[in-house]
């Protein structure tokens, strides 16, 4: 093959798996970086306590709709891998420009839902105080949706063939731009939450130019798009949706938790459990980006090995991939259990956020026994997506979620009266749960 990044994702998985995920951990770094710098920035500002919960309450509706660009852009990730794996390169171009046509399509939709039902849903949440600083930052937001599903689809088509560097030079250059806007555009220009939400678009617009010339007028990817000639081809979306459907379910799933534990810390402690929630999770996210930077990898490696029909390259990039990402968690959870009160304590700007501390310190320590479990049923999801079997992927999700997750945190916290300490036990299960039933599933399929 004439493109070195398509070569690597048939080396063997112990390196190419971190080959491929290197550039994306680092991409993911940055990006999440970026939303504790958002945090942070907003923990400044007078009651932010409020603010801090008005973008914990529109971030779910976000990433439920950022949920189905991921479904298509995972769906086309699958199916160009799987074809670059059997060799059937028109394929791979088909599914590329058809990835591109459908974001397009759905994200305008999805825009104008968002704008229409936003306040009535952030109501339904129990917002209170904090649903005019949600409607602030959540409009911006949703109105630059089409550009979110364009970033994420380029992102998915770079990462399919195996060009992880670009991706991640496009992700990473948007992300540092929205860290040095935030400042001007929050203090400076005097916008507020509203700067926060205005900076994140701007950033996505750099990495949307950058992927665009790379892949259109440059014409410097393996996969080429056609924009000219373009004709919508029914087969192409339709095996994209058939693998995007079930992982936009499993999004949505985890919007939707997150939405659920929302209400039930709201309902615990008002607009402060959201925040000491929403904190507490963007610092979680912070400390899972290697798995996700590592599934991610799988999607794309485990689905080239699946075209070009070589399961037992399928079975060692799964079992690479779990050794890598445990043993990388395990650090990462000791870590995150030592510096909880340090990290804690860059959010404490505020008189509202000073009194939450100790909370968010017991949060971190308490969840980070999940870090140990996640690689394990992530990777397993990514497998299957990357195998064309998204419904197993979905289903994982769904047991993980709202089979486990949520039904034990409220038990623990409502029945049993723990209150949030119940909430981060719940959460703290889920991960073990997902994993046992993940190890079973793959020896039932006999792909172990």
């Known amino acids: 093959m004439a493109y070195k990044h398509v070569e690597v994702l048939f080396e063997h998985p112990s390196k190419s798996i971190w080959k491929v995920a290197s550039p994306t951990i680092f991409a993911n770094f940055v990006q999440i970086f970026y939303n504790l710098v958002d945090a942070f920035w907003i923990s400044t500002l007078k009651n932010s306590s409020l603010g801090i919960a008005g973008i914990g309450l529109a971030q779910p509706l976000n990433f439920a709709a950022l949920a189905i660009a991921g479904g298509i852009g995972v769906g086309t990730n699958s199916l160009i891998s799987r074809s670059i794996g059997a060799r059937d390169y028109e394929k791979a171009n088909k599914a590329a420009a058809n990835g591109i046509f459908l974001s397009l399509v759905i994200s305008t939709i999805t825009t104008l839902i968002l704008l229409t039902f936003a306040k009535r849903i952030f109501i339904s949440l129990g917002a209170g105080e904090a649903l005019p600083q949600a409607l602030k930052y959540g409009r911006i937001i949703f109105i630059s949706m089409p550009i979110s599903f364009l970033v994420m689809i380029f992102n998915s088509i770079f990462r399919a063939e ?121 610092l979680n996210q912070f400390a899972i980006l290697p798995s996700l930077g590592i599934a991610a990898a799988t999607i794309s490696i485990v689905g080239a090995w699946f075209g070009a029909k070589r399961m037992d390259m399928v079975r060692k990039s799964i079992i690479e991939a779990w050794k890598l990402g445990v043993r990388i968690q395990i650090i990462i959870a000791i870590v995150i259990y030592t510096f909880a009160p340090f990290l804690a304590r860059i959010f404490a700007n505020d008189v509202s956020m000073k009194v939450l501390m100790p909370d968010i310190v017991k949060f971190l320590r308490i969840t980070s026994l999940t870090y140990i479990f996640t690689p394990v049923g992530m990777y397993t999801s990514s497998a299957f997506n990357g195998m064309g079997q998204g419904v197993k992927s979905a289903i994982l999700t769904f047991c993980r979620l709202l089979l486990i997750a949520y039904p034990i945190a409220r038990i623990l916290a409502i029945n049993l009266n723990m209150g949030l300490i119940g909430v981060w036990w719940g959460l703290n299960i889920a991960p073990l749960g997902a994993s046992i039933i993940a190890v079973i599933w793959l020896k039932l399929e006999k792909v172990l």
């Open 162 to 282: 195996g060009d992880t560097k670009r991706s991640m030079i496009a992700m990473v250059t948007g992300s540092i731009l929205n860290i040095a806007l935030d400042p001007i555009a929050i203090f400076a220009l005097k916008l507020g939450i509203v700067g926060v939400a205005i900076a994140t678009v701007i950033s996505q617009i750099l990495s949307l130019m950058l992927f665009v010339y790379w892949a259109i007028f440059q014409r410097s990817t393996f996969v080429r798009i056609h924009v000219r000639n373009f004709k919508a081809d029914i087969p192409a979306i339709s095996e994209i949706i058939k693998v995007g459907f079930p992982f936009s379910l499993s999004q949505f799933l985890i919007s939707f938790s997150q939405m659920l534990f929302n209400h039930l810390t709201s309902a615990i402690r008002g607009p402060q459990g959201i925040a000491i929630y929403s904190i507490g999770m963007r």
